[in-house]
Nanobody, 114 residues
Framework: QVQLVESGGGLVQPGGSLRLSCAAS????????MGWYRQAPGKQRELVAT???????NYVDSVKGRFTISRDNAKNTLYLQMNSLKPEDTAVYYC????????WSQGTQVTVSS
């Protein structure tokens, strides 16, 4: 059974930082391209950052230069380092393999507010 467990969210002031983690089990994590997604209240879920099995990364324009996606295949864990956070980054953040996979879990809430 595939399980993805996100953690690391919280309340942070604008300009602050958070590091999200996603622990994977039940899949051969290293072969999957993975993504971080987010969904803000009243909005559709959007893809924020991706990383291939080989480590190539891509980002949505709104987070380029502020967020860094990485992975540790030995630990079956995906990360998202978020710096210079803005109120518009407030959302529930999820991890999932990119492509036609539906392993969504509860996500982790990130709130950026003063």
């Amino acid at each position: 059974q595939v399980q993805l467990v996100e953690s690391g969210g919280g309340l942070v002031q604008p300009g602050g930082s958070l590091r999200l983690s996603c622990a994977a089990s039940g899949i051969i994590f290293s072969i999957y391209a993975m993504g971080w997604y987010r969904q803000a209240p009243g909005k559709q879920r959007e893809l924020v950052a991706t990383i291939t099995s080989g480590g190539s990364t891509n980002y949505v324009d709104s987070v380029k230069g502020r967020f860094t996606i990485s992975r540790d295949n030995a630990k079956n864990t995906l990360y998202l380092q978020m710096n210079s956070l803005k109120p518009e980054d407030t959302a529930v953040y999820y991890c999932n393999p990119t492509g036609p996979y539906n392993y969504w879990s509860q996500g982790t809430q990130v709130t950026v507010s003063s």
